[in-house]
């Protein structure tokens, strides 16, 4: 079993910056690949960043040049900085990983990010 705990989240104003940390349980954090996703009221769960095993990234289009997304295997957690943030990027953020045909996926419990115009 993987346990992912989130945190860093909170109440920013539009330009702000945060960063949301993801803390992995797991002694072998270094072969997963890691994902943050964000989840709006009223709208469905998509993906904002993804970073290999490898340190391959890539972003939802909404957040290039934006958001950055990076690991830290001695510590086994995923950061996610947030800069120049809008009112649109408010949602509940949660961290991700998973593996295997079918996938099993498995997810912290969610920071809430709120910007405020």
């Known amino acids: 079993q993987v346990q992912l705990v989130e945190s860093g989240g909170g109440l920013v104003q539009a330009g702000g910056s945060l960063r949301l940390s993801c803390a992995a349980s797991?002694?072998?954090?270094?072969?997963?690949?890691m994902g943050w996703y964000r989840q709006a009221p009223g709208k469905q769960r998509e993906l904002v960043a993804a970073?290999?095993?490898?340190?391959?990234?890539n972003y939802a289009d909404s957040v290039k040049g934006r958001f950055t997304i990076s690991r830290d295997n001695a510590k086994k957690t995923v950061y996610l900085q947030m800069n120049s943030l809008k009112p649109e990027d408010t949602a509940v953020y949660y961290c991700?990983?998973?593996?295997?045909?079918?996938?099993?996926?498995?997810w912290g419990q969610g920071t809430q990010v709120t910007v405020s115009s």
């Open positions: 991700n990983t998973g593996w295997g045909a079918p996938r099993k996926n498995y």
């Open positions: 797991t002694i072998i954090f270094r072969i997963y690949d």
């Open positions: 970073i290999t095993s490898g340190g391959s990234t």
